[in-house]
């Protein structure tokens, strides 16, 4: 056999455009050809995951009685893009977050879920230094239809009335008082975050709002709570949603009405 005169027509062979042309095209149809298979055999595989048999509520742990186990296909946890929690451990002994409720049926999703030590942590657990907790007392009414949530920014107006000596009161002031106060919880007269999705599916009417304010400002608000001698309220005023990208620190904003407080201070101790 001549060996040169094979390796020439090996080196022509290949050298041949339509040669190449042909084999880069089989060789692009068996890739596409294992790609397509790989990605048919993992959407049809089953899949073990695990939803809940029951209604589970905020707070709620999660015990191994409340969880079942399901197949389901590989394209469909795919679709999830990892926000299913598929691991027994990821689910098992941990709660459901707050704001949350798991419906009878449904998976478990992993922003549904915290841990014991995350459970404990409460709105008040990272106020700043010289800053106080403010319980101001509200209603349905002048949170708008109970409109004002956790995280909001508000304005604390003062509303003033005086007795106009015949048995009725005459409006005398309403501004603002305090300007950017962030809302940190709103809870009913038993203490309930109004925002729990409660086990009856009653909605819960808001008695008090908690927000954190320099201890000044929160005197101020502690001395115009006690007035007599006007008939005073505190009103809730909220910020447009745009304000929370770029808020400021809470402060007085009347000087004028600051004063009218502290001058009565006084009587009203």
């Not at 390796?7 to 190449?20: A, D, E, H, M």
């Not at 959407?43 to 695990?50: G, R």
């Not at 186990?69 to 394209?75: A, P």
Request: proline share 4%.
């Amino acid at each position: 056999m001549d060996t040169e005169k094979f390796k020439k027509n090996v080196i022509r062979f290949f050298s041949n455009p339509n040669t190449l042309t042909f084999i880069f095209a089989i060789v692009a149809i068996v890739v596409l050809y294992k790609v397509y298979s790989y990605m048919v055999d993992n959407a049809v595989q089953p899949t073990n995951v695990y939803y809940a048999n029951t209604n589970l509520f905020e707070d709620t742990q999660i015990t191994s009685d409340v969880v079942n186990q399901i197949e389901i296909s590989g394209s469909f946890l795919s679709s999830q893009g990892g926000a299913l929690a598929q691991n027994y451990n990821q689910i098992y002994n941990k709660y459901v977050a707050k704001g949350y409720r798991i419906p009878e049926n449904s998976f478990f999703y992993n922003e549904a879920l915290t841990s014991e030590d995350a459970d404990d942590v409460t709105p008040f657990t990272n106020i700043k230094d010289n800053y106080t907790i403010f319980r101001l007392e509200v209603n349905f009414h002048n949170t708008l239809g109970c409109s004002i949530m956790d995280g909001d920014y508000i304005d604390i107006f003062l509303k003033t009335y005086v007795n106009d000596g015949e048995g009725s009161e005459e409006l005398l002031v309403y501004n603002m008082l305090v300007k950017s106060i962030q809302v940190l919880l709103v809870v009913d007269d038993e203490g309930e975050n109004v925002f729990t999705t409660t086990a009856d599916g009653e909605k819960l009417e808001p008695k008090y709002i908690y927000f954190a304010v320099p201890i000044e400002t929160y005197k101020l608000l502690e001395i115009a709570q006690r007035g007599s001698q006007y008939d005073i309220e505190l009103v809730p005023v909220p910020r447009d949603s745009s304000y929370s990208e770029n808020p400021e620190e809470p402060s007085i904003a009347n000087a004028k009405l600051e004063d009218l407080i502290y001058s009565q201070a006084s009587a009203w101790n």
